[in-house]
């Protein structure tokens, strides 16, 4: 490159970078996020609540994450996770569930038991998940990490039923 064609290529570069800054500076500053609201002043005697004597209450209360599947017409399916297993290893028991009706309640598949899953994709009939693990070396006892992917599966019934079964597939 010749000497002159640098120094104009390098004088346009720092010309850029220049109307780069005084746009910045143009540009106003974030806004501070809003204060936090003040807190509430009671208004009337407060209601005294018992813990809840149901047991199905402890079921309820270890789900720790919950995903709805919005992409599957007019049933009513979500993906949970509840805590429980060795924590060292994984811990997050993984489930779809489908609901049948306000009599049947819902029914529940368990797909794994893994550290957290990520919901890549969905279509009707699926879901695309993408998989964080613990897995344990037998030879070494170390327990290290994996991420993978995999597909849950179900077929739709013509007459609007739940599913009777569902699959789950390694994907790449």
């Known amino acids: 490159m010749k000497p002159v064609t640098f120094l ?3 004088l346009g570069l720092t010309a ?3 109307q780069v800054e005084s ?3 143009a540009v106003p500053a974030e806004q501070a996020a809003p204060a936090p609201a003040a807190p509430l002043t009671a208004a009337g005697p407060a209601a005294v609540v018992q813990p809840d004597a149901d047991p199905n209450q402890q079921w ?3 789900v720790v994450e919950l995903t709805p599947l919005t992409r599957q017409g007019d049933r009513t399916v979500k993906l949970f ?6 924590p060292a290893m994984n811990g997050l028991y993984t489930h779809i569930a489908f609901v049948d009706s306000p009599a049947e309640g819902w029914r529940v598949f368990r797909i794994g ?3 957290d899953y990520r919901v890549l994709s969905e279509a009707p009939g699926r879901v695309d998940l993408e998989i964080d693990e613990s897995v344990m070396n037998e030879a070494s006892g170390e327990i290290g990490s994996r991420t993978r992917r995999i597909i849950v599966g179900w077929a739709a019934a ?3 039923s739940v599913p009777a079964t569902v699959t789950v597939t390694p994907a790449q």
């Not at 996770?81 to 060795?86: E, L, M, N, S």
């Open 8 to 10: 104009v290529a390098l």
């Open 16 to 18: 850029c970078d220049a």
């Open 23 to 25: 746009r910045k500076a």
């Open 60 to 62: 309820a209360a270890s």
């Open 81 to 86: 996770g509840t805590a429980g297993g060795d």
């Open 113 to 115: 038991d893994v550290l």
């Open 158 to 160: 013509a007459d609007g």
